[in-house]
């Protein structure tokens, strides 16, 4: 899952990488990801696991399709998501959206979430916070970010370090891949490198630490590792 009350504190995803386009052209970004675990918020959905993406940009709109392959997860996952980010002035942005999730074989657990958040920089640091509606499942999620990079200009590279606190509020749901809380909280710690091997190409090494409440199903703490490149065209 791409994904997605309480305070909620940043992510700077590993494996993530910006291209910028001419203003009214059409970007892409591919994205190849290798996680150890797929985690997503907070609950374990995979272990070693592929994930592709690819995202087109237009302007303020964007839109793109996210997979989560992995040999021990009960089921494969696709989304597809569309939303549109509105630049407020110079340091504040708004967003808003829907992500479509869809599993095989067990296509009767697929659903739609709407999501709306904000996006701000602060003396360096990147800061979010956006709610999400599961609309199958109806639990609502708020989910905080904080981002903040180092630069390590020698090797040409940065200490992407990132931070972030969820919320999740709901009747609960169990699905073949997990069983889903009905209220717990989620948090997480991570650091990415990332290295740019061509003028657009980047390769990114991160590790994460998340942890759940202890009232979460299936919850606990983990180290997940995940190795991406990232090309924009």
Do not use: C
Request: no cysteine; glycine share 10%.
């Amino acid at each position: 899952m791409i994904k997605k009350t309480i305070l909620a504190l940043a992510v700077i995803g590993a494996g993530s990488a910006v291209y910028a386009a001419e203003a009214n052209a059409v970007s892409f970004t591919l994205d190849n990801t290798i996680v150890s675990e797929y985690i997503f918020r907070g609950k374990e959905l995979g272990d070693y696991s592929f994930q592709p993406s690819l995202e087109a940009k237009y302007g303020d709109f964007y839109a793109g399709v996210w997979g989560s392959f992995s040999e021990q997860s009960t089921n494969d996952e696709i989304d597809v998501y569309a939303g549109y980010s509105l630049a407020v002035n110079e340091t504040i942005s708004l967003d808003a959206g829907l992500t479509y999730y869809h599993y095989t074989p067990a296509s009767e657990f697929s659903t739609f979430e709407p999501f709306i958040g904000a996006n701000t920089k602060v003396a360096g640091f990147n800061l979010g916070l956006y709610y999400y509606y599961n609309l199958q499942i109806e639990d609502a999620t708020v989910e905080g970010s904080l981002g903040y990079s180092i630069p390590v200009e020698s090797i040409g590279t940065s200490l992407d370090f990132s931070a972030n606190l969820g919320y999740v509020s709901g009747d609960g749901f169990e699905s073949p891949t997990a069983n889903i809380a009905d209220n717990y909280t989620y948090w997480g710690l991570g650091v990415a490198v990332p290295y740019r091997v061509s003028e657009n190409a980047t390769l990114t090494v991160g590790v994460k630490y998340t942890d759940v409440n202890e009232d979460a199903i299936n919850g606990g703490a983990e180290f997940t590792y995940s190795l991406g490149l990232s090309i924009g065209f």
